[in-house]
């Protein structure tokens, strides 16, 4: 998943980053230095966010 498809998924489903970071258990800082491509994530919190958002059936690689 890169930055930008993360982007993409929080605005297909209007989530703002503070609820991302609730529902996937990623740091919000976190969350926001991946998105702004500051700092990359680690493999297990990608593995978090990713399901966050097949939870709420989002598909990232599709977009």
Do not use: H
Not at 31 to 48: F, G, N, Q
Request: aromatic share 6%; hydrophobic share 40%.
């Amino acid at each position: 998943m890169t930055p930008k498809q993360c982007r993409k998924a929080c605005q297909s489903v209007g989530w703002p980053m503070r609820e991302l970071a609730e529902r996937s258990g990623v740091f919000l800082s976190a969350i926001s230095c991946y998105e702004r491509e500051l700092r990359p994530l680690a493999p297990d919190r990608i593995e978090k966010v990713r399901k966050a958002f097949a939870d709420a059936r989002i598909d990232v690689d599709a977009l």
